[in-house]
Every structure is written in C-alpha cells, then in structure tokens.
C-alpha cells in the first residue's frame, strides 16, 4: 500500500503577515524602530549615571514616569512610520488587486497586516524595555517582584498603544488616494493627540472649574488613548499625575484604565476591517 504525505496549506492569514514582516525587514523598519526604542531604554535607563560617572540607576517610580513620558511620543510615531502604507502603498503598487485574486478574503488580509505589525512593534518594545528590566534587577535596589511587575504592565501598556495607532494608520490609509496624503493627516493627528490635546487638559486645570471640571478631564481623558497610556503608567508606580491629577481623585483604577485602552483597540479594528471590506479596489 502506498503512503501519501499529507500536505497542510499553509495559513493564509500567516502568508499575509510574513509578506509584511519581509516587506518590514526589507525596509529596514524592524532594525530602525527596534534601534531608536534602544537608544531610548538605555538613554533614560543609565542618564543619571552619565552625569555622576558612577552607576546610579534611578528609582523605579522615577524611571517609569521618564520612559513613559518619553514613548508616549515615540511609540505612536514609529507605528505610524511603519503601517501608513498598509493599505494606499498596496493600492498604488498594485499589489492590492494581486493579492485579492487569490483566494484570500479581505478578513485574512486585514488580519494578517495587523497582526504582522503589531508582531514587529510588541518584539522591539519588549526587546529594548525589556533590557531596561534587566538593568534594574540586576543593579538596583528596587525588590525584583517590582521591577517585573512594573515593566510588565509598562509593556503591556505600550504595545496598546502602539496597536491603537497601527489600527488608526489603518484607517486613514484605507481613505486617502495617496501616500503622501496620509502621512500628513497622520502626523497631524499624532500632533494633536499627544501635544495639543494634553495643552487643553492643563488649561482645564488651570480653570479650575470644580466639580465639573474633574468629570471633564476624566471624559477627555478616556477620548484620547496616549492619555490613558500616561495614566496607566503614573498610576501603576505611585508617581505624581502632573496633567493628569484629577484622575487620583476618582474611583478610576488600572484596570478600568487598561479596559478603556482595549475598548480604544477593539472599536479601531473593527472599524478598520469593516471599512476595508466595503472599499472598493
């Protein structure tokens, strides 16, 4: 009797997502994005011990605080420089009418994008502030239950955020007729979100508008995601919420917070795949 091999198709969804990861290592985004994460842990990681000559790391709160400060900037910008394209550089390639003639559905394509750059984007920010971790446990006088709970959650936090500007590039992408159109509109929404909409949440601050002023910073908070990114972080190491200090006062924890960010990543990537399968190719 004849034996047959059996042959597995491979997934069609995995086609797609090594497709981007080569077109990403190709690029060079993986090497360029996992660099500048790098030079960042490292930047603020060992910053004070440039400045005495001695290995002084900072405290856990204090480093916490300087690394979110600083990626809630970077982080949206490299998800941004690195799906803008998802869709519009497809299209003007002509790759887009390619890969639909075969038998891919538009879900699986969607799907294999995103789970392509979000690979890319998890395995540089938990490789550079993962290293940052390492540092501080073997360096610090931080107990090690803290310094793995507090980069934990510190990664967690960043890999939302930067799934939720993926999806938002997604977005965007799926409704401009050029590359060029969507990486203004893009940038220009990264400079609303991270700068000027914090501007507004000072200006409320300095108000001072009582109660309702509280209720309100809380509700504009939950709109934009790198605000809550801030949130989760200063919250989760005790460190003082600067803009955002009206959120101690309320009965908002983590766990709502990390809620309101998954909320954020499920409306996006539902609205994404859903404008991707009506647009028309």
């Avoid at 038998?103 to 502030?129: C, E, N, W, Y």
């Avoid at 949440?201 to 910073?217: E, F, H, I, K, Y």
Wanted: charged letters at 10%; proline letters at 3%; aromatic letters at 10%.
């Amino acid at each position: 009797m004849n034996s047959q091999t059996l042959r597995v198709a491979p997934n069609p969804v995995w086609i797609i997502a090594n497709k981007e990861l080569k077109d990403s290592l190709r690029n060079r985004w993986v090497s360029v994005i996992t660099f500048i994460f790098m030079l960042l842990s490292f930047s603020v990681t060992f910053a004070g011990s440039a400045i005495s000559a001695e290995l002084a790391l900072p405290n856990l709160p204090s480093l916490i605080t300087s690394l979110s400060t600083m990626t809630v900037f970077i982080i949206p910008l490299a998800a941004i420089l690195l799906s803008y394209d998802a869709y519009i550089g497809e299209e003007e390639a002509g790759t887009m009418l390619l890969l639909l003639s075969y038998p891919l559905t538009k879900q699986q394509i969607f799907i294999g994008k995103l789970v392509a750059h979000s690979g890319i984007m998890l395995a540089a920010i938990s490789l550079a502030f993962g290293c940052s971790a390492v540092a501080m446990l073997l360096w610090s006088e931080a107990s090690s239950a803290a310094v793995i709970s507090a980069f934990f959650q510190f990664i967690v936090s960043s890999s939302l955020l930067a799934v939720t500007f993926i999806l938002i590039s997604y977005l965007v992408s799926l409704h401009v007729s050029e590359k060029a159109k969507a990486v203004g509109t893009l940038l220009s929404l990264w400079f609303l979100l991270v700068l000027v909409y914090d501007l507004l949440l000072l200006a409320l601050l300095v108000a001072d508008l009582g109660s309702s002023s509280q209720a309100l910073v809380n509700v504009l908070m939950a709109l934009n995601p790198t605000d809550i990114y801030r949130a989760i972080n200063l919250l989760a190491v005790d460190s003082p919420m600067g803009s955002l200090s009206l959120l101690a006062d309320t009965a908002w924890g983590i766990e709502l917070l990390y809620g309101l960010s998954i909320a954020w990543v499920a409306c996006l990537a539902m609205l994404a795949s859903q404008s991707f399968a009506r647009k028309s190719i």
